[in-house]
Each structure stands twice: as C-alpha cells, then as structure tokens.
C-alpha cells in the first residue's frame, strides 16, 4: 500500500496532503471507513421506511422550501434536481490542482458515517481521483454558507454523468468520460445530493493550497528581504537574540534567527557602518514577517479543523438514533481565518515594495535607480511603480470579505459568510505578493553588485548564483518585463520540501 492513502478516522495534516500530492498517491477507503459509511446508509433507509415525518433535505425540499415534503417515489429526482438547479457557477475555472485537493476532502467528510451516502458514491469520487478526472469547477457563485453549494454542485455533476471533466489535459463531456471508464451514472438516493452540495470543500481546500503557497512566499520573502538588507548596507544589530528575548512573539523569533543564519559569514553585514539605524522596512523585518509566520499557524489551525470535520446537513448520528438540522455547511471560521490570511501575507509584500523603494532611491552608495549613468538610463525607477501599483491592488483584496452577508433563500438564509470570496481573492493576493517578492530579489541582487568585490554570505551567493542563471545584471536600459517574469519564475521554480518550510516557518515538526 506504498503508494496509497487510506482514508480513515485518522486525521489529515497538510504535510500529509502535500505528501499525497507529490507522490501521486491514489486513495483507498479503510474498512472502518467502509462500514461506518454503509452503517449510517443503511440506518437512513430504515429510517425513510418506518417513519414519515418530514426530516429536512431527505424528503423535503430545499432552503426556504424545506417545509415541503416530497414523495417517496420522487426521492432520486429530488436529489438530482438539487445538484443541476445549483451549478450556477460562473466566473474563472478553479486550477486542477485545488479541484484536486476538492475531492480528497469531500471523500474525506463523507467517509466519518454520518452524511447517510451510498458506498458507491464515494467509491466513484474516489474514481475521480485516482485518475486525474477533474470536473470543472467555476470561482464565483459560493456565499460561503448553507456550503459551497454551487462549487460544489459542478463537483457533483459528472457523477451523474453531467457537465465536463478534463482528464489528461483533454475536456470531455462527463457521459462520454464514463463510458470510456465503463461506469454508469450514480443513482443518487435520499440525501445524497445535499450531502455532496452541503460543505465547505471549496474554501477549505483553497484554504489548504493557500497554506502551502503562503509558506513559500513567506520563506522566499525572508531570504530575499535578507538580500536586500546587506545589499543596502543594513545593520545586523536589530536581529540579536536579546532584542527578541524581550518580546518573544513564537514567529518574530524565527525570522531574527533565520536571518542570523541566513547571513553568516557575510563580508557586507560585518563591515562598519556609517548609519545608527536602519528605516523600519529593515530594521522591523523579524517584527513584520514574524508576525505573518504567526498568523499562518493560527489559519492552520482552523483549517485543519475544518478538514477533518462533517460540514453536510442533516447530521445524522445512527448509533444514537438521531437526524439534526444544523448549521455546519455555514464557513464563518473560514472566512475570518482566509480574511486574516490575506492581511497578514499583503503586508509581506507592503514591507518588500519599501525596501525596493529604499533601494532605487540613491542612497548608501548606491546609484540612483540602480543603474550606471542614470539619466541616460532609467534603470530600475519603473519596476518600483509596478510593485506600488501590485500593493495597492493587494490592499483592495485585503478588505475582510466576512463582514459582508447578503440574505438568499427568500429569508432562510439570512447570514452568509463569504468565505469563498475570502478564498479565491487570497489566491489572487499571494500571487502578487509572489510577484512584488520577485521585483525586490531583481533589485537586492542588482545592488549588491554595485557593493562588489565584498559578498554577502556564502548561501545567499549560492542562491544568487543560480538567479543569475536567469537574470542577469541590467548594464543599461532594457525591457524589464522580461527580467521581471523570469524573475517570478524562478522563485516559483524554487523546490522546497513542505517539511523544510515548515521547520524553517515555525522551528518546529508539524508532524
């Protein structure tokens, strides 16, 4: 079972899942999963023949219409119905990838027994899956409360053997693809659909893609603010130990830590200085940084939490012979933890685009705009307008998402959190921070060559070894746009194993 999970009442971590994606694992239900599935099945059934009380979602309809009971013969349409009438999703497709992670925690809050589906369903989710079948998924449409019903709802779709899927780079429609596996479409029974539509698998598994993003730019972002620092003549003094001692905020402490390590040995941060202090966008890096590193631990809290938890509705609790209608389809800690997440990590790109501003700026020996005979050549003045231009469009997406509700349902649902628009603007955040990070690694490495021969540490040399490989010092004007995309290549391109950016984030084994 090498090269499989198994799904089980173990929980899962994002070392797990980032594990389950980088070796292509496929997925397997546990026999404990299995039987509680078909326990909790099976208990609905029984339960459907023996009592005909309306129990909400099973045999009613739906939302403001949950006082309609429906008839036992049109069960199966109710819950196709509910599937097809809330695919509404527009906008942007969501990347394969989050598609991905989607699925694998539908699979996993349906496995715990308590959404009353069939063993197939699952299984066939689990198809999906293994082999790269991904339905396409839209980016707006989700209030982040009663689930991600419309996202979700495109999930489901294909296994009816509607909508479209990509499987192996090549758009299919969802019948076709099943007759080219030899399955047939799923028969949904009662409740099915609401447990496929009911959840928060599309802010959640963002939430997860986020992490793992946000912890690479977080660590690229330190090692390039530390480029920056020696390049600028910085001062290591604002990163001794004892200064953090004294306020020993868990992430501040990592980055002076990091940053002593990260410059050891460097012929630039031990010379003499001219300067008493550094501006803030240096001095008050351990300060800045730190304080995002804490924040990504408190959102991995929460998102952990929600991962390996049940977010349908009903609940349906078998051994204790109870059905509950209750809210945790509803993302609020979601929302507010994907809100912060997005505060937290535009403020990483806040701090870099001053230290890119402080570099071009003529000071400390170092040319105006970073380039010789400037005048003649702009340099390096325009690539700061776009990093300014990136950081006020990050502080528009920053403004929290979860302090709007709209009312839906005709009134029944009346508070919504908008965590899904939370989710998909922090995807677009981080991007540009990834951007801005990779606009002062450009500016950092061109002016530590104007502090030549004196070279800063010898990792950070190695790093900017293989930079240059890919961008090279600018003599005279040229386009940078060119220079800059390679740039933000390369720092994606970076490969760092999610257990070392864990360690080097936190100090600490996630595991």
């Given at each position: 079972?090498a ?62 219409l ?7 013969k049109?069960l ?5 119905n ?30 715990y ?18 082999n ?10 989700s ?28 758009v ?7 007759d080219n596996?030899?399955?047939?479409p ?22 997860v ?11 690229l ?9 020696d ?30 390590e ?71 800690p ?11 990590m ?41 990093a300014?231009?990136i950081?006020?469009a ?30 998909t ?11 801005i ?22 990792l ?5 070894k ?7 010092f ?8 060119i ?6 290549q ?22």
């Open positions: 079972m090269n499989y999970h198994i799904i089980s009442s173990e929980k899962l971590d994002i070392v797990t899942i980032y594990n389950i994606f980088k070796d292509n694992k496929k997925l397997k239900l546990s026999e404990a999963s299995i039987a509680s599935i078909n326990a909790c099945k099976t208990y609905l059934n029984e339960k459907l023949a023996t009592n005909k009380t309306p129990m909400y979602g099973i045999n009613t309809g739906f939302g403001s949950y006082d309609v009971k429906i008839s036992d049109d199966t349409k109710l819950q196709e509910l599937v097809m009438s809330h695919a509404c999703g527009t906008g942007d497709r969501v990347p394969e990838s989050v598609v991905k992670v989607m699925l694998l925690l539908k699979i996993q809050s349906l496995s027994g308590h959404s009353g589906v069939q063993l197939q369903t699952v299984e066939r989710l689990i198809d999906f899956f293994n790269d079948i991904f339905p396409f998924v839209f980016t707006q449409g209030l982040g409360a009663s689930g991600d019903l419309a996202p979700l709802a495109h999930l489901a779709l294909p296994l009816l053997g509607k909508g479209n899927v990509v499987h192996k780079g090549e299919y429609d969802a019948s076709e693809l099943l596996f030899g399955w047939q799923i028969q949904l029974q009662a409740k099915e659909g609401l447990a496929l539509l009911n959840g928060t698998q599309f802010m959640s598994a963002y939430g893609y986020l992490l793992l993003m946000s912890h690479k730019t977080s660590y972002g330190d090692i390039v603010a530390a480029i920056s620092l390049a600028f003549d910085g001062r290591i003094d604002p990163f001794h130990d004892l200064v953090h001692e004294v306020r020993p905020h868990p992430g501040q402490r990592k980055v002076a830590k990091r940053f002593n990260l410059l050891a040995d460097s012929e630039l941060i031990k010379r003499k200085k001219q300067h008493v202090q550094d501006p803030y966008s240096f001095r008050c890096i351990p300060q800045v940084h730190g304080a995002t590193k804490d924040t990504l631990d408190f959102v991995e809290k929460v998102i952990l939490t929600e991962i390996n938890s049940v977010t349908d509705n009903p609940n349906i609790f078998s051994e204790e012979d109870l059905i509950i209608s209750g809210g945790n389809f509803h993302g609020q979601l929302a507010l933890a994907l809100d912060y997440l997005k505060i937290a535009a403020e990483i790109g806040n701090i870099s685009e001053r230290r890119i501003f402080q570099l071009v700026s003529g000071l400390r020996g170092l040319p105006a705009f970073l380039v010789d005979n400037p005048g003649l050549n702009s340099g390096f003045m325009i690539p700061q307008y776009t300014a231009s950081v006020s990050n502080k528009q997406l920053a403004s929290p998402a979860s302090i709007d509700s709209i009312v839906s349902s005709n009134g029944q649902e009346d508070h919504v959190s908008m965590g899904a628009n939370a989710a603007q922090a995807y677009t955040l981080i991007r540009n921070v990834e951007r990070i990779a606009i002062e690694l450009m500016n950092a490495s061109q002016a530590l060559e104007f502090r030549r021969p004196h070279k800063t540490s010898p950070l040399e190695s790093f900017l293989h930079y240059r490989k890919v961008v090279p600018i003599k005279e004007d040229q386009i940078l746009h220079d800059i995309e390679a740039s933000i390369f720092l994606r391109d970076v490969d760092i194993e999610v257990e070392e950016l864990f360690l080097n984030n936190y100090g600490v084994d996630k595991h």
